[in-house]
């Protein structure tokens, strides 16, 4: 089983996708949730996520700049970008 984890700083989103996917019968469990980037990493080695699905927009450390420290920090670590965006350029 996967372990994966959401960072996102909308509570209903996080709780969503939660509610959202059948995340055990795909395979994946998660492990924990976040507000922003600069919580994940915080949780990242207690967490030890294989899988992270993160928002880019969020206060205090945003998408893209977490994504850059998980790959510096974690670089087997799997990360899929999600954006209510119409613009994707951010990613």
Do not use: C
């Amino acid at each position: 089983m996967y372990r994966a984890i959401i960072v996102d700083d909308e509570a209903d989103v996080r709780e969503g996708l939660q509610l959202l996917v059948n995340w055990q019968e795909r395979g994946f469990r998660i492990v924990g949730e976040a507000a922003n980037g600069a919580e994940a990493l915080a949780y990242m080695p207690i967490w030890r996520p294989d899988f992270v699905i993160t928002d880019i927009r969020m206060p205090v450390l945003d998408g893209l700049e977490y994504i850059r420290k998980v790959r510096r920090q974690f670089p087997e670590i799997a990360v899929v970008v999600m954006s209510a965006y119409g613009e994707f350029h951010y990613a």
